[in-house]
């Protein structure tokens, strides 16, 4: 069974703090981990993504790190604001076969 | 980024009517569609794949005769839910990729579905 394992569940962070998601994966097939973002009562927005041809991809303060041999990869939002509070899933696929498989989602709170 | 739109935004239905629900990819071709289902504070879970002029696909678990798919262009998919009840309440979500290779998948804004 595809399973891609998220952790922590939940996550306080400070203000201007760093806050790391994880997030591990058993299918070797896969080919492309994106990130979502999600507000309540919302749909999830792409926040960004990664090959597993990259072990890091930055985008503003959002950065993935991917450790192929360890199947991991995990999110790490620098200098972290209040509006960045939103619930978090990592996802993975392989193209061949189109679907997502995500992750259990981290709620995200960044206080003041 | 693309834009896939899904309406309505949410509903409240009564026990056992149907409810339509529309996905729409606005700026690019869809050959596929997928529909989720999230309930509160938990992750969301694939229901079926749609894709244009065939039968959906749907996941283990997911009744096809409930959960009524058609994707019958490559911009709109539509799922019904027969004879709601009020387990089926949840917010459900549609994704839209393009056709092609190496793709992104992109999020309708989901519905809110209260049978009541």
């Known amino acids: 069974q595809q399973q891609v394992k998220q952790s922590p569940q939940s996550l306080i962070v400070q203000k201007g703090g760093i806050s790391i998601i994880n997030c591990a994966y058993e299918?070797?097939?896969?080919?492309?981990f994106p990130w979502y973002q999600q507000f309540p009562g919302k749909g999830p927005a792409l926040l960004i993504a990664i090959r597993p041809d990259v072990s890091e991809k930055k985008e503003g303060r959002f950065t993935i790190s991917f450790n192929k041999s360890a199947k991991q990869f995990s999110l790490h939002i620098m200098d972290s604001q209040p509006g960045d509070s939103a619930t978090y899933f990592c996802a993975a696929t392989n193209n061949a076969g189109n679907m997502l498989t995500f992750g259990g989602g981290t709620r995200l709170m960044v206080k003041p | 980024g693309a834009v896939v739109s899904q309406h309505p935004s949410w509903v409240i239905c009564k026990s056992g009517t149907s409810v339509k629900i529309e996905c729409r990819s606005l700026d690019f071709q869809a050959t596929t569609m997928f529909w989720y289902r999230q309930f509160p504070k938990q992750s969301l879970m694939l229901m079926a794949t749609s894709n244009e002029g065939s039968k959906a696909t749907y996941e283990q678990g997911v009744e096809k005769d409930k959960f009524l798919i058609n994707h019958a262009s490559l911009t709109l998919s539509t799922l019904t839910v027969t004879s709601a009840h009020p387990e089926d309440s949840s917010f459900y979500i549609c994704?839209?990729?393009?056709?092609?290779?190496?793709?992104?998948?992109?999020f309708g804004q989901g519905t809110r579905l209260t049978v009541v």
């Open positions: 299918n070797t097939a896969f080919d492309y």
């Open positions: 994704s839209a990729r393009k056709t092609g290779l190496n793709t992104e998948a992109f």
